[in-house]
T-cell receptor, first 113, second 111 residues
Framework: NAGVMQNPRHLVRRRGQEARLRCSPM?????VYWYRQLPEEGLKFMVY????????ESGMPKERFSAEFPKEGPSILRIQQVVRGDSAAYFC???????????FGEGSRLTVL | QKEVEQDPGPLSVPEGAIVSLNCTYS??????FMWYRQYSRKGPELLMY????GNKEDGRFTAQVDKSSKYISLFIRDSQPSDSATYLC???????????FGTGTRLTVIP
């Protein structure tokens, strides 16, 4: 499968724990985007990364959330000290260049108890 | 006011009907307009991509953009049960990286 791969597909955490979501972009893609989809709401942009660089994090909450895209390995979205309001589907998308069609993964669904 | 407004539906139509899905927006800087289809528990997939005003047709799908009214539409002809999904409109400013999405319209095509 050469598509965008996200894992885990489902993650359950208790309040205060950490959540780590991983995204491997499509082969040949070096630009990664993270979006969050809350129930009954549209997808909201969180962060745009290239290898080893955060290009635009204007949609990221200022606290508890961080993202990285290392030279080797997948992009990671990290949520520290999760709260119930963090329960959502988190989607990763990749593009080959700075613009162009976004290819989305199937999402990681986080449930905070 | 949200930047992109979309009626969440749900919308139910009989097989073979013409479906009309719409979004309005408030930011005149949007230049790129997209429609995504999202099946339940899946990621969005791009259906149509248009730049500025005008029409674009691809098989049974037609996208229309009216920038003067800040209004975009997606028409599905001869709808099929396999078209049952949530349809999301999305918009982008020139030079920007992120997309602004509508909330999505849930469509069911009844056999």
């Amino acid at each position: 499968n050469a598509g965008v791969m996200q894992n885990p597909r489902h993650l359950v955490r208790r309040r205060g724990q950490e959540a780590r979501l991983r995204c491997s972009p499509m082969k040949g893609h070096s630009h990664v985007y993270w979006y969050r989809q809350l129930p009954e709401e549209g997808l909201k942009f969180m962060v745009y990364l290239q290898k080893e660089n955060i290009i635009d994090e204007s949609g990221m909450p200022k606290e508890r959330f961080s993202a990285e895209f290392p030279k080797e390995g997948p992009s990671i979205l990290r949520i520290q000290q999760v709260v119930r309001g963090d329960s959502a589907a988190y989607f990763c998308a990749s593009t080959q260049g700075a613009t162009g069609e976004l290819f989305f993964g199937e999402g990681s669904r986080l449930t905070v108890l | 006011q949200k930047e992109v407004e979309q009626d969440p539906g749900p919308l139910s139509v009989p097989e073979g009907a013409i479906v009309s899905l719409n979004c309005t927006y408030s930011n005149s800087a949007f230049q790129y307009f997209m429609w995504y289809r999202q099946y339940s528990r899946k990621g969005p997939e791009l259906l149509m991509y248009t730049y500025s005003s005008g029409n674009k047709e691809d098989g049974r799908f037609t996208a229309q953009v009216d920038k003067s009214s800040k209004y975009i539409s997606l028409f599905i002809r001869d709808s099929q049960p396999s078209d049952s999904a949530t349809y999301l409109c999305a918009m982008q400013r020139t030079g920007a990286n992120n997309l602004f999405f509508g909330t999505g319209t849930r469509l069911t095509v009844i056999p």
